[in-house]
């Protein structure tokens, strides 16, 4: 298990702070909650009075009101509603390339959009993908966390994202599909992966976009895998399927594998900004901030 407290440090979260106030879950789940929606109902925050008409419920009258004016008027209010934030983190075997690891950048972004989600009155909850550690009930999924509110529970969430190790391999999609099972209402479901999947993860994504959920897909490569300096003769494996590759690597290949990463990098782009989702790509060489701050802004990278 990683060290929780390495993944937000104080700097950090005083960033975090200027930050969480801008951000804004879409979707809300329809239960009693702590965050304000703009759903007028008879509870909450206090909104704004409207005049009274026949058949409209008598306890709702503003009595003091009608004292002083003469005038029956209602109280209208903001309704409370629960937004669920889930956090699905690839914990595959790819996830340990890079230096620091992918899975570590993946973590740390997280409890970030984690923090900001406890610190506004949402649930949280993480979903670790993994398809060797996957039980019968959970397929793709190797752990689903408890949802948790407050700021009380971000120890709790940082152990809960610090548990997982990257090995194995992953059902991308899969896990997608067992998350849309486990799941009682819509939310905000960020996914954190390199993608590297070779399943029909965006069919899987828009089947998540039907059923009503806000996605936010943050890809997590490193500088190499983007940028790669290799030349000559490579045994490759695959660090899932531990399927070997002889490999030559020359201008040629590397231009191919180039232009294979972009599309597969267009693809997540093109599904965002079909479906109304965001999509942040990272590197495991760039300064968090930045990447919080594009997340918060729904940016398509």
Do not use: C
């Amino acid at each position: 298990m990683a060290d929780p407290r390495a993944l937000l440090d104080p700097d950090f979260v005083r960033e975090l702070e200027a930050l969480r106030r801008r951000l804004q879950v879409l979707v809300q789940s329809g239960a009693s909650g702590e965050r304000m929606a703009r759903r007028k109902g008879g509870s909450a925050e206090f909104q704004e009075h409207r005049p009274y008409a026949p058949g409209d419920d008598l306890r709702r009258v503003d009595w003091s009101a009608f004292a002083r004016t003469g005038e029956p008027v209602l109280k209208l209010f903001r309704a409370e509603e629960d937004t669920v934030l889930r956090l699905l983190v690839d914990a595959s075997a790819s996830l340990a390339f890079g230096d620091p690891q992918k899975l570590e950048v993946a973590r740390r972004v997280a409890a970030a959009i984690g923090y900001l989600g406890l610190a506004n009155g949402q649930r949280v909850q993480v979903l670790v993908a993994r398809e060797a550690a996957a039980t019968a009930g959970n397929r793709g999924l190797e752990r689903i966390g408890v949802p948790r509110r407050g700021r009380d529970a971000l120890p709790a969430l940082l152990r809960d994202l610090s548990a997982p190790l990257a090995s194995g391999s992953v059902d991308l999609a899969r896990a997608l599909e067992t998350t849309l099972q486990r799941t009682a209402r819509p939310g905000l479901l960020v996914v954190l992966s390199d993608f590297f999947d070779p399943g029909p993860v965006t069919r899987a994504l828009t089947r998540a976009a039907a059923a009503g959920h806000q996605l936010a897909l943050v890809q997590v490569l490193a500088r190499e895998e983007i940028e790669p300096n290799y030349e000559g003769d490579f045994s490759l494996v695959d660090a899932e399927s531990e399927t070997a590759l002889e490999l030559s690597m020359d201008a040629t290949a590397i231009d191919a594998y180039v232009a294979r990463l972009a599309g597969l990098i267009e693809e997540l782009r093109s599904w965002a900004r079909k479906h109304r989702a965001s999509f942040v790509r990272i590197t495991n060489d760039e300064p968090l901030e930045g990447v919080v701050r594009r997340f918060v802004a729904r940016a398509i990278d």
